[in-house]
């Protein structure tokens, strides 16, 4: 058994000095760092302005090269879907009722729970905020969307697991996610340019997801265990 | 409006939403009947755009409208050219196979199984037909996304995970390379389409050594996807997992879309033709047609079997690529059709076994299906045909290929009889031992059981899930006759000549249809009835020769062969860190 680790560790070694040096090798045929040569970066710039997109990042996103979003987004889903199939349980795990749990730090200190539930509202404002200012300046559907997602996990931080189940009924929140997707199907491939619907869209998706690949995350750290 | 393309592009992944938010409350037949819908859709558009493309030249469309000006975009083109349509429109046929295949299929997990299927489909086709590397790449993840999920479809199985994860991490290593190997080439052009890379490196003289490595480090994401040796591992541990629907799409059309991918690359960045680049590739594709045809026959398992024998096939479409001639990626499409047919007839024959048996171990199930006659007849059919029985693609495409050799590649002739012996040879050894109940009962321990796929074990399989497989099977058969020799040339014509003009300056695409060698001569049948009585000897060999000498004095070989392919995730890392090296090196040196 030895003797087959060392010959892998041998070859990746070997394998990895190679590619090493090969890759040093393409990195210095690379033009020289700070210089001005970026054709891609000035055509799209001009092509932002052309159409009225005051930010260049957002216009790439979801104008000049929405197909590549959309691939990102349809990616996110398929991962939460993933989770949903991998994760669900399987023939000898047991699945618990949530509220049959105090499960999570239901015993906090006073000042988290404080600073934590007026955390919340604020949270979701900010996720909206960065959500809605995409098409001005760096964020967007995204970001706007990951903050949304995580901003509900503060009642779990401060509360416990019963209160987090509460507020996010799965079922509603794949219905958001879907939704959301399907319309930023249709945004990118028909109406690409459209910045402020698309990153709604996005923020919703994203949003969505994240808090489905959570729940999943929750259930299979609390709730299933294999029975004894 | 959408364009056509765009449209089957579009459908699918709409209908994957659809599935997606309200499968919790459908029942199951209006699932079967969305997602069956949604496929035949787009089976129907993406044949209208082949007809278009085929009559009136390669047809562009710019994601956005974002047409070029002066030949230079910051959009995505979607390039539908005879090839990558016909491509994708596998696709959706094998699609349509493997979801007529699960309509009786468990129906765990709301819809989730269709939405996935949904997503695969519009993940190939646009990875298929995008025009721009970054976009081929975005859609590479996202069919691997789906993959990994798919593979570890039955998560109850720990096998199942395993083989999912190890397919996971090898993958996802080989899309990071490729990755960087695209950033290397637009830190170089700044530009990030096919056509437009393209024509940076002909302005700046051609391409040099970093355009090289970067060139390579694209395709290696590309060769693991098509499991090219050594990155032929994970493929045999996600398809003994995967459920059999999904098998029939990786081995069809996934893992050739990698081939695909990289003959793309090679024709529109490197130009093709190059002395180097067409070295690497033979080596490559030439070992992989020889390795896994050993692994293949070294089998015992039939799924596993039939994987060894999917990256056999897949080293002589590397090696047609190799070849460089529009008449040989002729010969590849004829072959890859025909193998996406044979190829997913046998995995719905490997289907119906397993949900009779609960196993698809060929001890276990030694003279058990002597009854199934339709199953048999898959076997049987299937054997001969991966053998290269004419009028099977996979006989013409294999003469096409050896008749556009050049001379110095005798070894091609040679390792193209050996590939059809033993890969054709194991599968009739299975039909032998299966369905005939021939040879002694073999010694060893025995084999696991595993669940089956549908509710209760199905004591006569249902004509619904037989008919894909004898569909499939009649297709891959009958290629050679159904489709016109002279427009699969002239359709590797137009992939090899005149991309960039027709991409990014709107110049007419339609190459002359050349001429095909003759086919039915005498010296093309005697090829085929080579392959097809070296699979019979060989299947006669493993089942009535009693302890060859040969075989038995290579005995180290094989057991070595085996620990090779140790199911240890790292040393799958470990191979593939050194066949990038291998690979890069044949290519630059």
Redesign the interface.
Known sequence: MNA?RGL??C??A???L??AV??T???????PFGGN?????D??VR?SLLRGTPNTVSS?NF??????T???E??L???A??A?????A???EEEDEPARHHLGPADVFDALRVTGYPLLPVTVLVGVYIVAHGQLSPGGGFQGGVVLGTALHLLYLTGDYPALARIRPV?LF??G???A??VF??L???F??QVIASNVAVGVEVGCAFVLVLAKFFEQALLIRVPA | MLSPVELAIAVPFLAAMVLAGAGRWLPRVVVDAVAMGATLAVTGLLGAVLWEAVRYGTVVVWVGGWRPHGGVSTGIPLVADPFATALALVVAVLTVAALLFSWRYFTEVQAVFHTLMLLFLGAMCAFALTGDLFDAFVFFELMSAVAYVLTGYRADEARSVHGGLNFGVVNSLAAYLSLTGIALLYGRTGELGFAAVGEQIRAAGGPDTGVRVAFALVCTGFLVKAAAVPFHFWLADAHAVAPTPVCVLFSGIMVELGVYAVARTYWTVLGGAEETTARALAVFGGTTMLLGGVMCLLQRHIKRLLAYSTVSHVGLLVTCVALARADALAGGAFYLIGHAGVKGALFVGAGALLNRFETVDEHELRGRGRDMRVTSCLFLLGGLALAGLPPGGMWLGKVLAEHAAPHGWWWLTVLGVLASGLTGGAVLRVWLRVFRGAGRRPAGQAGEREAGETAAPTPRVPWLMLAPGLLLLAGGLLVAVLLSGPEVLRGARTFTTGYAGTVLHGRPSLAHAGRLPELWTASALVKGLAGVTAALAVAALAVWGRRVPPAARARPVWSALHTLHSGHVGDYVAWLLAGIVLFTLLVIV
Request: glycine share 8%; charged share 20%; net charge neutral.
């Open positions: 087959v892998r560790l070859l990746l070997a394998g990895s190679g590619f090969l890759f090798l393409a990195v210095l045929d690379l033009p040569f970026h054709p891609y970066g055509r799209a092509a790439v104008d000049q090269r929405s197909l590549d959309l691939g990102e349809l990616i889903v398929a991962s879907l993933g949903v199939v991998l994760l669900r399987v023939r000898r079922p794949e219905v996610e879907t939704a997707a399907a199907v249709v990118a491939l028909a690409a340019g």
